[in-house]
């Protein structure tokens, strides 16, 4: 069982920086592709980045390319954001799931293990 905590979120006016954090409770990542998805009110969750288990590929959303980059080590997953817009005000999530691909990457929400998210608020 993965147990995911993210941090770093926080309060940024457009055009900001924030680097969040996803640490698991035990054990590595290293078996795992990650991703990074996002829930504003009263909209679905939705797929920011994504990493595949060997950090070979890694895939964004159209609207957050150029801007956000998702990395990691063994023990953290990471998403630093750039040039923040207003629109990008939501509930962070990190998720997990075992890859036996060392190359793919998921963009849809079919991962097992999640976090309980971070806020991120842009304000104009």
């Known amino acids: 069982q993965v147990q995911l905590v993210e941090s770093g979120g926080g309060l940024v006016q457009a055009g900001g920086s924030l680097r969040l954090s996803c640490a698991a409770s035990?054990?590595?990542?290293?078996?795992?592709?990650m991703g990074w998805f996002r829930q504003a009110p009263g909209k679905e969750r939705e797929f920011v980045a994504a990493i595949s288990r060997t950090d070979s590929r890694e895939g964004y959303l159209d609207s957050v390319k150029g801007r956000f980059t998702i990395s990691r080590d063994n023990v953290n997953l990471y998403l630093q954001m750039t040039s923040l817009k207003v629109e990008d005000t939501a509930m962070y999530y990190c998720?997990?799931?075992?890859?036996?691909?060392?190359?793919?990457?998921?963009?849809?929400?079919?991962?097992?293990?999640w976090g309980q998210g971070t806020q991120v608020t842009v304000s104009s």
């Open positions: 035990q054990g590595t990542f290293r078996a795992y592709a």
């Open positions: 998720a997990a799931r075992p890859s036996l691909s060392p190359n793919a990457v998921w963009t849809s929400p079919t991962y097992d293990y």
